[in-house]
């Protein structure tokens, strides 16, 4: 049966991003970054395309909530038997944090914990390579958890668990365990990923609810920085933590979605890939973001356009990568059906190669308008840098000339210095 995207919580760390079901699956999770080749793609029609469930294994009714003023989700399932509370997030980890401490990134976690009575849970691991084009070997280890690898990317899940419990098929594409926990008891699960470097491996025992804290203690500092007292708080509160979790923190790219293929009508064809960081949708973004406050998003946004825009200068684009790469070859996965068999499944955007010339006066006009709302101190040494000229065409076409004079018959928007 085809899930709705209503009951979905969406998590993430600012560079990873996941979708948890309200039946305790995840469905969709893009590691490292956002446009990375999803490990779980069920959300796009097949089973067999990758997911990471926990729940009770029996008949259950579940209530997804996210921690106020937080994006850590929770799942409450209640049962004949007892009740379950399924805690899910990415860890956050604070610039001083990384600079002191040695630790997986992304690392997701999920915790599960009886509440009251007793109740047999179910969690099953199936991840894939390449949104399922092909199924991946997991393999055990009793010291290390489960680890499978691709290419260069190595991803181990880590448990609590005594190892012996688990199960693992001889195909070992999926990993499975049934466990009792009576109230009180929790057991901890953690994804963690590394790339080209030894892999670390966190005692999971010790650091996992650390970092939940950790993690419930970063969001809630930075949500108590928004300045908005009007109506509609909590709302406008919930959207701008969605809209933070949309921010790339190693670039300061803003993208558009975490998912793709998720299509404007249930069976369409107009279903495209949102992860990459249109300038148009992102100014809107960096609007709400600069009239709540937020400087320091807005700040390494700026600085990724300079970068970005400058790359293709003196054409800009509509779009371009979360690292400011202005070619994104669109390609379909004709494995896949597709949310609600809306096809074709793409990845890339051939929105790539447009250009706009509505768009570019008006993401111009914003453009010259954020240096005047920030703090003085954003535009002095150490914040912004507006030395470097941007130039908009309404052609699309290099307005200088040979000679190196701009063409005359080119419009040129000239940004403040």
């Not at 994804?191 to 010790?206: D, G, H, R, T, V």
């Amino acid at each position: 049966m085809t899930k709705n995207l209503k009951d979905y919580a969406f998590i993430g760390d600012c560079n990873s991003a996941a979708l948890v079901h309200k039946s305790g699956s995840i469905d969709w999770c893009c590691i490292p970054v956002f446009d990375s080749p999803a490990i779980f793609s069920s959300l796009l029609g097949a089973e067999n395309s990758g997911y990471f469930l926990i729940q009770p294994a029996e008949k259950f009714s579940s209530f997804q909530n996210y921690i106020p003023g937080t994006n850590v989700s929770q799942l409450r399932f209640e049962t004949s038997s007892g009740t379950l509370l399924l805690t899910d997030a990415f860890a956050v980890r604070s610039e001083e944090e990384k600079q002191k401490e040695l630790f997986p990134d992304p690392e997701l976690l999920r915790m599960v914990r009886c509440t009251s009575g007793k109740v047999k849970v179910r969690m099953e691991y199936r991840p894939v390579i390449f949104y399922g084009k092909t199924s991946v070997k997991v393999r055990g280890n009793k010291n290390f958890g489960f680890k499978f690898q691709w290419k260069s990317h190595i991803y181990i899940l880590q448990s609590n668990l005594d190892y012996d419990k688990f199960h693992t098929p001889e195909n070992r594409n999926l990993t499975r365990v049934e466990f009792d926990l009576e109230a009180g008891e929790q057991v901890i699960f953690s994804l963690s990923y590394s790339c080209q470097n030894p892999a670390i491996i966190p005692e999971i025992n010790k650091t996992a609810s650390i970092w939940l804290q950790r993690t419930i203690r970063y969001w809630s500092e930075w949500i108590s920085l928004c300045k908005y007292t009007g109506p509609y708080k909590e709302a406008v509160r919930r959207s701008i933590l969605v809209l933070k979790l949309l921010t790339h923190a190693p670039s300061g790219a803003i993208v558009a979605a975490p998912t793709t293929s998720l299509p404007e009508i249930p069976g369409g064809s107009r279903n495209w890939d949102y992860r990459f960081c249109w300038l148009r949708d992102a100014s809107f973004t960096v609007r709400a973001l600069m009239q709540l406050g937020y400087t320091e998003e807005i700040k390494a946004y700026m600085n990724w356009i300079l970068h970005a825009t400058k790359l293709t200068f003196p054409k800009i684009q509509v779009v371009y990568t979360i690292y400011g790469h202005s070619r994104i070859d669109e390609k379909v996965l004709d494995w896949l059906p597709g949310y609600k068999k809306s096809k074709p499944v793409r990845i890339g955007n051939g929105a790539h190669a447009s250009f706009s010339w509505i768009f570019t006066a008006k993401f111009s006009i914003l453009f010259s308008a954020i240096p005047k709302s920030l703090p003085n101190s954003a535009t002095k040494p150490g914040g912004l840098s507006f030395h470097w000229p941007v130039q908009f065409v309404k052609s699309g076409e290099n307005p200088i000339t040979e000679s190196g004079n701009p063409d005359a018959n080119s419009d040129i928007i000239p940004i403040p210095k």
